[in-house]
């Protein structure tokens, strides 16, 4: 029978400093949504998980200085207004719902006032303000400025402050201060294969992207960058990897890959001696090769990387499951993502495997590796605003099914880093809802509950991810 966990028991385990209102929640969890759930119950585990920091598992943020150096910039998009918030995700369900590329390219221009972008978006924000791509936007605008919503009438407010606040020291205040998270780990899509134009801190580390120099490699220019003479044979690919492991695994928190938008995640064990002639031709003249052969090359390198990185007790980063962006995607692939992936993770016993995104909508597959195989983790980063009541069953089913020292529950997955503390919120609620759900149906004890909250919000990635061995890497000047 469910037992009810009433205010002292909890206070007992939390701590009688903990105060039972929500807080800086401001009602984001009301009694009335949750009839089954005890609204003080739930109230006491979301205090505490606010106060309790996320470690940051993936973000896409460029430089803070490059964001500086274009507040005044009308050649880059976004332009620093309220269109800021709608340009990465939002945007995508705003263009399924209607929203023209034509006037999507508006709403992020110099062009219009905020109200004349007010004026295109209204009426398709209406259709689709319901999914977690425009509640993150309604989170983020709660948390950074104050507004429940954005509406014709402070919408010139709003791109004020949004871009008043662009200065230096912005990230650390809304990633530290506002969204509480300890430090954030970024994979830069504007910096090829690793990100130098910055040390990591205590707040911002990077991964080492393979996508250009293996898994999705389409010519050996992208591995000549990183050779002192161009490359002639296989052997001398395999060098260059290892020269790039030498120069960036010890500033790199981790390895990201991404390539499960092009490609199936089925990376063969090809042989040195199985693709010594097509690299040739590959280097002479890619555009010959056949589609299997030039996925034999990528494979082979991609295993390749993955052997460099446990030498250097990097984890593997894979995106599995759902797509960014809109009309495009190939769900059968999509649906072979952890089938493909078996193969690797029983070659690579001692690599950490983290697989992304919940590999939504295919969590369940997710949940049966992370209990098998000891080298499989999952990440929640970015399925909280992805599908936020089915990420909540996910994280309760996880946490009865598999270890919990296998699950990263946050990475807020954005450009701008403005959307990251709207998603830390609706994140920190789907952990309030599922513990308190677990509690309420005795799968967990109270007495369990704070250790558990630690864990999945930041001790595993600070067991997992190694930020003082980054840290000292650029202290030495390495
Ligand atoms: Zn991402």
Redesign the pocket.
């Known amino acids: 029978m469910p037992k009810n966990i009433n205010r002292r028991d909890f206070i007992g385990i939390t701590g009688s400093t903990l105060s039972l209102s929500i807080a800086s929640n401001d009602n984001f969890i009301s009694p009335t949504t949750k009839p089954n759930t005890s609204s003080e119950l739930i109230s006491n585990i979301l205090n505490l998980i606010e106060k309790t920091p996320f470690v940051d598992t993936?973000?896409?943020l460029p430089p803070e200085n490059d964001r500086i150096a274009n507040k005044e910039n009308p050649e880059k998009t976004p332009a620093p207004d309220f269109g800021t918030l709608f340009s990465h995700y939002a945007d995508s369900d705003l263009k399924v719902s209607g929203l023209t590329n034509e006037d999507y390219k508006k709403l992020i221009s110099w062009d219009l006032s905020p109200k004349d972008k007010w004026k295109i978006i209204a009426p398709i924000y209406e259709r689709c303000r319901n999914t977690g791509y425009l509640l993150c936007v309604r989170e983020s605008i709660r948390a950074l400025f104050g507004e429940d919503d954005i509406t014709k009438n402070n919408c010139e407010t709003i791109s004020q402050k949004l871009k008043n606040q662009i200065g230096p020291g912005f990230y650390r205040k809304i990633l530290r201060e506002i969204a509480n998270i300890d430090y954030a780990q970024v994979?830069c899509?504007q910096s090829g294969t690793f990100r130098e134009s910055e040390p990591a801190s205590d707040l911002i580390c990077f991964d080492i992207s393979t996508v250009g120099i293996a898994s999705s490699i389409s010519k050996i220019a992208n591995l000549n960058k990183f050779s002192e003479k161009s490359i002639k044979s296989l052997k001398q690919a395999h060098e260059t990897i290892e020269h790039i492991f030498e120069r960036f695994g010890p500033k790199a928190i981790a390895v990201?890959d991404?390539s499960a938008y092009g490609r199936r995640l089925l990376y063969e064990n090809v042989k040195n001696e199985d693709i010594e002639t097509i690299f040739k031709q590959f280097i002479q003249k890619p555009s010959l090769l056949k589609p299997e052969e030039l996925k034999a090359i990528q494979d082979h390198l991609f295993r390749k990387c993955i052997e460099c990185a446990t030498e250097y007790k990097l984890p593997i980063k894979l995106?599995t499951g759902y797509y960014?962006g809109y009309n495009n995607m190939p769900l059968s692939r999509v649906r072979d993502n952890l089938c493909d992936l078996i193969p690797l993770i029983k070659d690579f016993p001692n690599t950490t495997f983290v697989l992304?995104?919940i590999s939504y909508p295919y969590q369940h597959e997710l949940i049966a590796l992370c209990k098998q195989y000891q080298n499989v983790y999952a990440d929640m980063?970015?399925s909280w605003i992805i599908d936020p009541a089915s990420t909540t069953r996910f994280l309760k089913e996880f946490l009865t099914t598999a270890p919990a020292h296998k699950i990263f529950t946050f990475?807020g997955?954005y450009i701008p880093v403005e959307l990251v503390p709207g998603h830390a919120r609706i994140a920190r609620r789907g952990i309030a809802l599922a513990l308190s759900q677990l509690l309420q149906d005795n799968w967990i004890t109270e007495s369990e509950a704070p250790a558990l909250i630690q864990r999945i919000m930041n001790r595993n990635a600070h067991e997992i991810f190694d930020l003082p061995r980054v840290l000292k890497a650029y202290s030495h000047g390495t």
């Open positions: 993936h973000e896409h994979n899509l990201k991404q995106h960014a992304m995104h980063c970015w990475g997955d």
